[in-house]
């Protein structure tokens, strides 16, 4: 280190490490923040931000007032409303900008307009740090005042390097070397008028990766991305400053090996019209700026996340809660903030100190906790949560953040699961139970059925009367018994046996039926089919009996003055056909319309007729089996439309 003796001022006897030292150890009085906006709800929003940034706030409502609050104090930064009435933003701001000690002031304009290029180039034009658009979520523009205030404190710290070091260069070429040479963190340079570099340091060579033999007497445009340079931007840079103005812009650089920085620059002119050059000073910002974009980016993802996010500070006090949490428990985010997080949980009082206070001690020796957690709405009602708990500390402080799920859904779905595994093994259970009970009736009713018939064959002329009578009521109950039993394991047989589908043509099968059945032709009955029918998707054999029974039915319950009329006809419902039968009996009631498709239902009006109540409950569990459906249409003494629907064929 060299000692330099100059004669005047304490300052021309500092080395450049003393300077340095003076600038950055020395405390700058912190400045307020003037907030010009004539809407009292956005002021009080944006000064709930700021106070939490601890700076001082001056609201103005209007232009004037701010023109006079700007005459009293320096200001950190100036947030301005783009629409007031009397004067907009953009008109306060270039007043603001007309006045030289208001020069360097950082303005951010705030609008909840849309950002056109027209405006923002408006704003820019006007030296503004930024343009912030409204609504924006709270935590980004937290997070953007912050970082344009730390670059106002340390532009201002650069401004007073660069201050002391101008008077400090005033006296000495010597020490204007060790100056720029000392300058590693920030790159020093000089251009010519023309906007060639003529001086470089050691800082701008670390920082930019030329060397001081490679860029002396290169333009200042070497440092531009091609798209700057194309657009003039280093020269309109030097032209703004040529009236005594600094330049200042943020923009992305490029080094020597072609990467990319982004970078905060000022540009000052040396003499009148820059007659003696330009000085820059430069810093490299990129891991500001990716902190600032990868804060963004968190921010984005706890605003959309549907799990809750809270954050808890040791107090247990709320300091932020994202929407999911806000929609989840019933409270808007001003409530929440600040509010106890205990009043989330649904515990009794007692019982709730215990599992807070079991949560802090697990914190004393993990950072992690996980589990099922009551949680209570705004209104009182109780949800479960699966809840995750982390712990971490910020500038001595300790958080907790706590992520939580509502399982209310998961819950209810898995207990429905439950509940319908639990009816799936009843249903098997009845349907085995109710097949071995049948399959074990046949043959002691076929005994019985046989020695009714050997009675009334050998001993018929014996009894007559009433003994002959009560005997073949015998028989007939026992057929009856039979035809019961038969048809409770046609259902069994349903669910057991597999139905593998093909192509069923219903002409052949209708026709088939006919030629096979008396019963349906005359002079029992009149069957009509109104041809043709279609081609369906399904399993013959099943639809041989689905048929059968609604043909039996049909001819079955007609009143007995009434030649059973029955009409077989069908209609295409996209790729699905819908096969009538449609007769002329006595018809159904219309609450007994879905009963009689349950097994051993019958409706009254049937009473009188003979039947087993079990033949409509096949026709629909064969249907299900096969991908259909099965209904009825009628009216009481008028006849009734039953219809069976199924997959149409596909052409392939």
Not at 306 to 334: F, H, I, K, W
Request: aromatic letters at 8%; charged letters at 25%.
């Amino acid at each position: 280190m060299h000692e330099y003796a100059t004669p005047t001022t304490p300052s021309s006897r500092l080395t450049a490490d003393g300077i340095r030292h003076r600038v950055d150890t020395q405390p700058l009085p912190r400045r307020s923040i003037l907030i010009v906006d004539d809407n009292p709800e956005k002021t009080l929003a944006l000064q709930s931000v700021v106070e939490e940034l601890g700076y001082g706030i001056v609201v103005a409502p209007s232009a004037d007032a701010a023109l006079r609050e700007l005459l009293k104090q320096d200001f950190a930064l100036a947030l301005l409303d783009v629409h007031m009435p009397a004067m907009d933003g953009f008109e306060l701001a270039a007043l603001i900008r007309s006045r030289p000690a208001h020069r360097d002031l950082g303005i951010v304009f705030m609008s909840s307009l849309d950002q056109t290029d027209d405006r923002l180039e408006s704003a820019y034009r006007l030296g503004a740090i930024d343009f912030i658009g409204l609504p924006a979520r709270r935590p980004v523009i937290k997070a953007k005042l912050a970082s344009l205030l730390g670059l106002q404190e340390r532009t201002h710290r650069l401004e007073l390097f660069a201050d002391e070091s101008a008077r400090f260069l005033e006296h000495s070429d010597a020490r204007f070397r060790l100056l720029l040479d000392s300058a590693e963190d920030v790159a020093i340079f000089f251009l010519d008028a023309r906007g060639v570099v003529a001086e470089w340091s050691a800082g701008a060579e670390l920082c930019t990766g030329w060397s001081k033999a490679e860029i002396v007497g290169r333009d200042l445009s070497v440092f531009f991305v091609p798209g700057d340079v194309a657009d003039r931007v280093p020269q309109e840079l030097l032209n703004s400053t040529r009236d005594g103005r600094r330049g200042m812009a943020e923009r992305w650089l490029a080094r020597k090996d072609g990467t990319r920085f982004w970078a905060r620059f000022y540009v000052v002119a040396l003499g009148a019209n820059a007659e003696a050059g330009f000085g820059v000073l430069l810093r490299d910002t990129t891991g500001q700026k990716n902190a600032e974009q990868e804060l963004q980016v968190k921010a984005e993802v706890l605003e959309s996340m549907s799990e809750s996010v809270c954050v808890v500070d040791e107090e247990l006090r709320v300091v932020y809660a994202n929407p999911a949490a806000c929609r989840t428990c019933g409270y808007d985010v001003r409530e929440l903030t600040g509010a106890d997080v205990r009043i989330l949980n649904d515990y009794p009082p007692e019982e709730q100190a215990v599992h807070v206070d079991a949560l802090l001690a697990h914190f004393e020796h993990s950072r992690h906790w996980s589990g099922e957690w009551r949680n209570r709405r705004k209104d009182g009602s109780s949800f479960l949560t699966h809840t995750r708990l982390s712990a971490f500390s910020h500038q001595g402080a300790k958080y907790y953040v706590c992520v939580q799920e509502d399982l209310t859904s998961r819950k209810q779905a898995e207990a429905a699961l439950r509940r319908n595994t639990e009816l799936q093994e009843i249903v098997s259970e009845l349907e085995a139970f109710s097949y071995s009970v049948s399959h074990d009736l046949k043959s002691p009713l076929r005994t019985l059925r046989g020695f009714a018939d050997a009675v009334i064959q050998d001993y018929g002329l014996v009894l007559k009367g009433p003994g002959l009578n009560y005997m073949q009521r015998i028989q007939r109950a026992t057929e009856r018994l039979e035809s019961m039993v038969e048809d409770i394991l046609s259902v069994s047989r349903l669910s057991r046996d597999s139905l593998p589908l093909a192509a069923v043509d219903l002409n052949q099968l209708v026709a088939a039926i006919l030629d096979d059945s008396p019963p349906f032709r005359p002079p029992h009955a009149d069957v009509a089919v109104t041809s043709p029918l279609p081609v369906v998707l399904g399993h013959e054999a099943s639809l041989r009996q689905v048929l059968i029974n609604l043909l039996a039915n049909a001819v079955k319950f007609v009143p007995p003055d009434r030649r059973p009329c029955v009409i077989v006809w069908a209609d295409i419902e996209g790729t699905y056909a819908r096969i009538w039968v449609e007769d002329n009996g006595i018809g159904v009631k219309p609450e007994d319309q879905e009963r009689i498709f349950r097994a051993f239902e019958r409706s009254e009006t049937v009473h009188p007729f003979v039947g087993s109540g079990v033949g409509l409950a096949i026709v629909r569990r064969t249907l299900e089996r096969l991908g259909g459906t099965v209904g009825v249409r009628s009216h009481l003494g008028a006849g009734s439309q039953f219809w069976i629907r199924l997959p149409l064929l596909k052409p392939n």
